[in-house]
């Protein structure tokens, strides 16, 4: 499942980041990287961006981008 596919409220860790050179490294600057627990905060009304809650903080990024970002949803 990718970070785009996910409901508001639900929590996973962050399996893979892919994305091309530039993209994937801006991606785990972020914070964004493998074994990270992820929440999904808020979904802007059209969908686009995704308000995240990761590491004690909060970050928005594009719904083009976490389709980018594979997480398996944890319990």
Do not use: H, W
Not at 48 to 67: K, N, Q, S, V, W
């Amino acid at each position: 499942m990718t970070l785009n596919e996910m409901k508001t409220g639900e929590t996973g860790v962050i399996f893979s980041v892919g994305g091309d050179g530039e993209l994937r490294c801006r991606l785990l600057d972020m914070g964004l990287i493998p074994k990270t627990k992820v929440m999904i905060r808020k979904i802007a009304p059209l969908g686009d961006p995704l308000e995240l809650f990761l590491r004690g903080y909060e970050l928005t990024i594009r719904l083009e981008d976490a389709r980018k970002i594979e997480v398996r949803i944890s319990s």
